[in-house]
């Protein structure tokens, strides 16, 4: 019996879970902790998991988006270290006063990470919950504070290190070729739309074509990662926005067209003359004397009738047919001097895309971090047991990070079904496979199954909140250190507390304030839709004739 070979095999995988290009990506991140562990080791570092952590972290498909959040991990820790040196030499005595900056701090760092966008964010949620990482881990011995600082960032830049060394060696999928591929992608949709709209055929109803656009707004992320990759960024991705508002504006016109064609009232010869120009929608090179030219034609179309020239409504589709043209050339050159690095022949004029900031939004986050660290915070202080003061790093880092995402419900269930996991794999891991051996090379086999598992899951959505508690802080619930402690007693009292945080993380993010999708949906929807309604007015205006009252 023929049986497949090992690329069949991989066919035959459920692309369900096991996605195009899982294999690489798993083995990436494998390659990239293996190495982030083994310097940490070598540098004799005192905490070498969070080299591993951050790789975890760091974990993503493309290499763009990896550098760019390896830049932001970086500013935000060493921005979070300085505020951490400050509020323990300013309140090192009281520890009351210390905990409340800390839970002031973050929640600041929440709001703006809740207004800033991609890794932006990140890096505001990082600098946040970095001070209570390490201001909180020397509350009963401040003195400490610096040689633990130092030793943070010594871990995050060996992580980073390590990542991107793996990702350039291996030659990770770039952001670059996958902006480049969505440019041509959703040009090509633009174009066809806009030629089917002056033909007189159906086009994609408003929502289909919000989404279109939507598609083509969110391109800006892709940007933001690909500036990292590119040495010539400034004039590629230059010529990246200006096909970006090309094609929005090309989408608009094509919606004009359609809706004048539909309910307008324009000649059959003016029609004749404009679709003979537009011809099959090729660029023109100088749409101005296209413009001059057509109205001539339609001029021309009106001779032998009364009317002295063209209607409205067809001078409104001569000017939208031919602003497609020029669309259509700025789109073009954009995308060309994106690919070639070079300087646009013709640029589309400088629009900022408008960004409506959910501000109720931000402030509610910052209001549930603060409510929520405040609370694990007090029962600590109740308990008068310092161990306790661990569990509020982890209460930290999951309350600011999950303002990020617009499922906070799914960021609080993911921690309290991750950190379980994390758990019962560490344990597993720490007493029945690690007492086997004692070298670097036995560790790195140990963990494939685990960093395997955990990018599976991080790289679908369902799941992706799981697989950052349980993927992202096994190393931190394992306790990976330079001489590993195989007590079952200091693996119970450790992990208990990372139990506790799992649960004050799911009453904060579930139970505490708990936010609505849709409410926030509308809250973005709703300046965005008045901002609609004035400049359509103000267009409205300008262009209504002087017998009529503008719309």
């Known amino acids: 019996m023929h049986r497949p070979g090992w690329k069949g ?94 839970a002031l701090w973050l929640s600041l760092c929440t709001i703006v990470g809740t207004l800033e966008r991609d890794f932006r964010a990140y890096a505001a949620m990082l600098s946040g919950y970095t001070v209570a990482i390490v201001g909180i881990s020397c509350i009963d011995n401040p003195a400490a504070i610096f040689d633990v600082t130092v030793n943070r960032v010594s871990c995050i830049v060996v992580g980073i290190a390590s990542t991107a060394a793996i990702n350039d060696i291996f030659g990770s999928p770039t952001a670059f070729e996958k902006l ?216 930290a880092i999951i309350l600011t990070l999950a303002a990020t995402t617009y499922n906070v419900r799914g960021f609080g269930m993911g921690a309290l079904l991750g950190t379980p996991l994390a758990i019962i794999v560490a344990a597993v891991l720490n007493f029945g496979i690690l007492p086997k051996g004692a070298d670097m090379p036995f560790l790195a086999m140990a963990i494939i199954p685990v960093v395997f598992g955990g990018c599976l899951l991080l790289i679908h959505p369902k799941t992706a909140t799981i697989g950052f508690n349980a993927g992202v802080f096994f190393f931190v619930i394992l306790g990976v250190a330079n001489q590993q402690n195989y007590e079952p007693s200091a693996f119970i009292d450790r992990n208990v507390l990372y139990l506790f945080a799992a649960i004050m993380i799911f009453i904060s993010l579930v139970l505490l304030l708990p936010p609505s999708a849709s409410r926030r949906r509308f809250r973005l929807a709703l300046p965005s839709g008045m901002t609609f309604c004035s400049s359509s007015k103000g267009m409205a205006s300008r262009q209504a004739p002087p017998d009529q009252p503008p719309l």
């Open 9 to 102: 095999w991989f066919l035959q995988l459920p692309p369900s879970v096991f996605s195009p290009g899982w294999f690489l990506f798993c083995l990436r991140t494998w390659l990239s902790a293996v190495l982030a562990l083994g310097t940490a080791f070598w540098l004799q570092l005192s905490s070498p998991g969070t080299a591993a952590v951050t790789v975890m972290i760091l974990a993503q498909p493309l290499r763009g988006q990896v550098l760019s959040k390896a830049l932001y991990r970086l500013a935000g820790t060493i921005i979070g270290a300085f505020v951490a040196l400050f509020l323990t030499a300013c309140f090192n005595q009281e520890r009351g006063v210390f905990l409340g900056g800390v």
């Open 180 to 395: 480049t591929a969505n440019l041509r992608r959703t040009s090509d949709m633009v174009r066809r739309i806009a030629k089917d709209a002056l033909a007189g055929h159906s086009i994609p109803d408003s929502m289909a074509c919000a989404g279109l656009a939507g598609e083509i707004i969110a391109l800006t992320s892709q940007i933001s990662f690909a500036k990292t990759e590119l040495p010539d960024a400034r004039l590629r991705l230059a010529g990246a926005r200006s096909a970006m508002v090309a094609l929005l504006e090309m989408l608009s016109c094509s919606q004009a067209i359609a809706l004048v064609l539909r309910k307008g009232e324009v000649s059959d010869a003016v029609l004749k003359h404009i679709r003979d120009a537009f011809g099959d929608g090729t660029p023109v090179n100088s749409p101005a004397q296209a413009v001059h030219d057509l109205e001539d034609l339609a001029r021309e179309a009106h001779e032998n009738e009364l009317c002295l020239g063209p209607t409205l409504d067809e001078a409104w589709l001569i000017e939208r047919s031919m602003a497609v043209l020029s669309d259509t050339r700025w789109a073009v050159d954009g995308i060309d001097a994106f690919e070639h690095g070079q300087r646009a022949r013709t640029q589309a004029p400088e629009l900022k895309i408008e960004q409506h900031d959910d501000v109720i939004a931000a402030l509610l986050n910052g209001l549930r971090t603060l409510i929520g660290f405040s609370i694990a915070a007090g029962l600590c202080i109740i308990s008068d047991i310092p161990a306790t003061y661990s569990a509020l790093s982890q209460v």
